[in-house]
């Protein structure tokens, strides 16, 4: 089973950005921590982050033929990208959204996410634990 996690713009400045919102922990701790879940899972994750919508609208594509479901933080782009949204349902595989913060707690703007609709589950406030999570979720999908 292979699970692509794909990051959005600022998620490589984890534990250095707002730490009083995101916390200290760098991508780099949460990519570690999901693959030694994944190991247990028997599952193959391919960690990545861009800064860049149409990157990850590539990635999501790319997904659709490599892998077999995709854990998917969009970060600010879940609050207007509709080309993100698209690739998620053009991807055609299970999809769980997680963000780190609860963007129901914070500025109004950032309750909607546009992507959450099309999303299979959405994991919000957890934290680095929200990614393995929704890794646990995901199989969890695939195997039923
Ligand atoms: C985020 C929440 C978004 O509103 C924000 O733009 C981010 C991170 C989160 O993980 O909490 O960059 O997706």
Redesign the pocket.
């Known amino acids: 089973m292979k699970v692509f996690v794909l990051n959005?713009?600022?998620?490589n400045l984890l534990g250095e950005r707002e730490p009083e919102?995101?916390g200290t922990t760098t991508l780099g701790d949460i990519e570690k921590l999901v693959k030694s879940r994944a190991e247990d899972l028997k599952a193959e994750v391919d960690f990545r982050q861009t800064n860049h919508e149409g990157v990850l609208v590539d990635w999501l594509q790319e997904a659709r033929g490599q892998a077999d479901g995709v854990v998917l933080?969009?970060?600010?782009l879940?609050?207007y990208s509709l080309a993100v949204r698209d690739a998620v349902v053009a991807c055609g595989l299970p999809v769980v959204e997680?963000?780190?913060?609860?963007?129901f707690g914070?500025e109004p703007w950032?309750a909607k996410s546009v992507v959450s609709g099309v999303a299979d589950g959405v994991i919000?406030?957890l934290g680095p634990l929200?990614y393995v999570r929704a890794l646990e979720a995901l199989v969890a999908i695939l195997e039923s």
């Open positions: 959005g713009p600022n998620l919102v995101y933080n969009p970060a600010a879940s609050h997680v963000h780190l913060s609860n963007i914070r950032r919000v406030g929200g």
